[in-house]
């Protein structure tokens, strides 16, 4: 469907909107700056509430949304550690490897906020048509990489603590080569670099859900004119 430019200058992005969140026929009297604007808005609250509530004790370890377990056929490894008396060692493993993922989270939230603010109007467009999974996309694409690069010394400060660790990259890396743990989970630290992000942006896109669902919860006028 093509949006044309109204004799008032307005554009229908607005009535995407509306449409996208089952809002009233009005929705399409809003300009392409509020619009944009209150994508952006509900981005940025988004980006930071969830970094605010994985970035701290408990965050990944305590919500099972976000938990990281141990990949693959290493859990079934890990039974047998169980059941040799070693459920302490495995259990400080996946507390170390949650622990990391909280401790790494904070530094995200600069580079999120950096990537909402110079949001085009397509990417906006992009988000509202995109889908349950746009939002995640949308800071995938524009965060992934360099949040990794943020990410993993921290989380491998956080796991060489633990001694396990360093066992679990010798046991998980001849695990890979036979084809039962994917490669890319094959090293702790990249693999909890990665669940970590994943988490991250899966709750951005709840917040964000939460802000669609109950804009004026949020006291934000932008937020209420376009979602309200």
């Known amino acids: 469907m093509l949006f044309k430019r109204r004799d008032c200058g307005r554009w229908a992005l607005g009535g995407l909107l509306g449409v996208a969140a089952g809002l009233p026929a009005r929705a399409a009297l809003f300009s392409q700056a509020d619009a944009t604007l209150g994508v952006k808005t509900a981005l940025e609250r988004g980006a930071e509430s969830a970094v605010s509530l994985l970035g701290r004790q408990d965050g990944f370890l305590g919500n099972p949304k976000v938990k990281i377990p141990l990949p693959g056929v290493l859990k079934d490894a890990a039974q047998m550690l169980k059941f040799t008396g070693q459920q302490k060692r495995v259990d400080e493993l996946v507390t170390a490897m949650n622990r990391a993922a909280e401790a790494a989270v904070p530094e995200a939230k600069t580079l999120l906020v950096q990537a909402v603010k110079t949001m085009s109007v397509d990417d906006a467009v992009g988000i509202v048509k995109g889908g349950d ?7 995938a694409k524009k965060t992934r990489s360099p949040l990794t690069e943020r990410f993993l010394p921290i989380v491998t400060q956080a796991t060489e603590k633990v001694d396990l660790a360093s066992k679990y990259n ?59």
């Open 133 to 139: 999974t746009s939002v995640t996309d949308f800071f």
């Open 170 to 228: 010798a046991v998980a890396g001849q695990a890979s080569s036979l084809g039962l743990v994917a490669k890319e989970d094959a090293n702790i630290q990249q693999y909890v670099t990665r669940k970590a992000l994943d988490g991250l942006y899966l709750m951005i896109g709840e917040e964000e859900k939460k802000i669609r669902r109950d804009p004026a919860g949020t006291g934000s006028e932008i937020l209420k004119k376009v979602f309200g």
